[in-house]
């Protein structure tokens, strides 16, 4: 089959768009299918990328990259998003190209860059399948970027709802990772939403080699880590990410737990690195930021730490909670978006109320001290992934 896709982002970007569309086409490589992923060019952030490259042409076997110029998305000196301009490129290439079936990861976002509903117009002029995937809460991570008045707030959010409604309801069919999320891109006036499983994970990745004596230091260069608790946080350093809960509530954990038993682990990158180091490099010796890691890093990175922490209210399904649970190790997370699909409180992981210090920390305590507790629910998330594959 020849398969079309256009996505938001791809590689060197990490986040869950891109590693899921990594995925995806690893796989589809595999099974023999002929690929075109279109995705915005990278070679203006080659300061920040330098690897970019990598990523363009010829990338797998059957797998090709075709990148369209690109302007800044959101200020953000790490993304890009396609240009107005580029869309007659993409038409061009899809023609060329003659998929049998197209799909597109995050259309509202591409929306903003084409100002066109993608491919839609193209696929229902030759007659072909075009589908969406739902990956982020857009709407929700406006107010962590433009505060609002309570009314002025109300009213964009009414007026994007609608906007993104009919973005995704032009498509065949709307795809969703979560229970949470379908639920809530139904509520949104999505009807073509469909929920399966659809993301997944390469668990060959996942193995227990992955678990070495002094990872951190020979790996990373870190002394010491290896003979603490180590609290990895894995994901984008910005605002939607929940981080200005996470650097109120985590120094009191410095008053009732001796901080030099714990390693705090930052994997990622973003505006909020050095806000996030100055706020817990004074009550832990321990915090080390490893910037971005590739995506095959992750595995071991995660084997070798103890707890996976995310503060993020706004997760679709969180892809990390899944890699972590592959990992074999239990997640702390808000009882609060996608996640609760993933995890059973007190089972594989622990849930807490969201924007609840108090309930963070005695949550977070009780994992730290309790390293059977750990293990326990690291071995039941790793067999509830199982079927992940």
């Not at 609002?148 to 964009?156: E, F, N, R, V």
């Not at 969703?176 to 639920?183: F, G, I, K, Q």
Request: aromatic share 10%.
């Amino acid at each position: 089959m020849k398969i079309a896709m256009i996505s938001s982002g791809f590689l060197p970007v990490v986040d869950g768009v891109t590693v899921t569309v990594l995925q995806r086409l690893q796989r589809l490589s595999r099974l023999g299918h002929q690929v075109m992923l279109i995705c915005p060019d990278y070679s203006a952030l080659a300061a920040i990328y330098p690897n970019w490259q990598t990523y363009t042409g010829a990338f797998l076997p059957n797998v090709e990259i075709v990148n369209l110029a690109s302007t800044p998305f959101m200020d953000l000196e790490f993304e890009r998003n396609v240009s107005p301009a580029s869309y007659p490129i993409l038409v061009e290439k899809l023609r060329h190209f003659q998929p049998d079936v197209i799909h597109v990861d995050e259309p509202e976002r591409l929306f903003l860059g084409f100002l066109k509903i993608p491919a839609v117009a193209y696929a229902k002029q030759h007659g072909i399948l075009c589908t969406s995937f739902f990956h982020t809460n857009f709407i929700d991570y406006g107010e962590d970027y433009i505060p609002l008045p309570p009314i002025a707030k109300q009213m964009t959010q009414w007026a994007v709802t609608r906007l993104f409604a009919w973005i995704y309801n032009a498509y065949d069919a709307t795809l969703v990772a979560s229970a949470v999320t379908h639920r809530r891109v139904r509520q949104m006036g999505i009807g073509n939403a469909i929920h399966r499983e659809f993301l997944g994970l390469d668990l060959g990745q996942f193995h227990p080699g992955l678990k070495q004596p002094d990872f951190f230091e020979h790996t990373y260069g870190l002394a010491g880590v290896d003979r603490t608790t180590k609290l990895i946080f894995l994901g984008r350093l910005t605002p939607d990410k929940g981080w200005s809960f996470t650097l109120d509530a985590l120094p009191t954990l410095a008053t009732t737990v001796d901080p030099t038993t714990l390693s705090i682990l930052i994997a990622g990158d973003g505006e909020l690195r050095q806000a996030i180091i100055a706020a817990l490099q004074p009550h832990f010796p321990h915090v080390h930021c490893l910037g971005r890691l590739a995506p095959a890093a992750i595995p071991a990175l995660l084997s070798n730490s103890d707890l996976h922490i995310t503060t993020s209210q706004k997760e679709t399904r969180g892809l990390t909670v899944l890699e972590a649970m592959a990992a074999a190790i239990p997640v702390l997370a808000p009882w609060a978006g996608g996640v609760v699909d993933s995890i059973q409180d007190g089972w594989n992981g622990s849930l807490f109320e969201p924007n609840n210090a108090i309930d963070f920390l005695a949550k977070l305590q009780r994992l730290i001290e309790q390293p059977t507790l750990r293990k326990q629910m690291g071995e039941r998330g790793k067999a509830g992934v199982a079927h992940w594959g």
